[in-house]
């Protein structure tokens, strides 16, 4: 029976649990963007969005109980300075999952963990449009010069034998 299972134990004790995760949070928050495994990149998910959640209000008492996950100076000052004025209009989803594919070695499923407001790439950023080639041999210009005075001059001989 999965009576009071809810999260992935990751095959760790809760000791060697925590100190990976936040490990990987502190991480995530210096580089942006990690690649990990798939279980533990959905386990740092879970880890990291109540952390960011929590450093949107920038009170004394909320550095505290993100400094007790975390147990970084620089990572939070980072996260409450930086990333919370980022993600501040962002109502949750501040990470994305990707997945990447199989390790070689053993298998895995591998995927990267990123902030969601940091990643250029996926920024929603208009496109140029794509420049339309034609399939004909001879160039468009062309193509279109000779097509028209073709068409006009039959008009002309008209008007001319009338």
């Given at each position: 029976m999965r009576h009071n299972k809810k999260f992935n134990h990751l095959g760790r004790t809760a000791d060697h649990r925590a100190a990976m995760l936040a490990n990987m949070a502190i991480s995530l928050?210096?580089?942006?963007?990690?690649?990990?495994?798939?279980?533990?990149?959905?386990?740092?998910?879970?880890?990291?969005?109540?952390?960011?959640?929590?450093?949107?209000?920038?009170?004394?008492?909320?550095?505290?109980?993100?400094?007790?996950?975390?147990?970084?100076?620089?990572?939070?000052?980072?996260?409450?300075?930086?990333?919370?004025?980022?993600?501040?209009?962002?109502?949750?989803g501040y990470t994305r999952v990707i997945k990447l594919g199989t390790r070689q070695g053993d298998a895995a499923p591998i995927a990267f963990i990123e902030l969601v407001d940091y990643d250029e790439n996926m920024a929603k950023t208009p496109k140029a449009e794509a420049k339309k080639t034609r399939r004909s041999r001879r160039p468009a210009k062309k193509a279109a010069e000779t097509e028209a005075p073709a068409a006009e001059a039959p008009v002309a001989e008209e008007a001319k034998a009338e």
């Open positions: 928050i210096q580089h942006k963007r990690i690649t990990t495994t798939l279980a533990k990149a959905k386990a740092l998910k879970k880890y990291v969005e109540p952390l960011i959640t929590k450093a949107k209000e920038d009170t004394t008492n909320s550095r505290r109980v993100v400094f007790r996950y975390l147990q970084d100076k620089r990572a939070v000052t980072e996260l409450f300075k930086e990333i919370s004025v980022k993600v501040a209009d962002r109502p949750g």
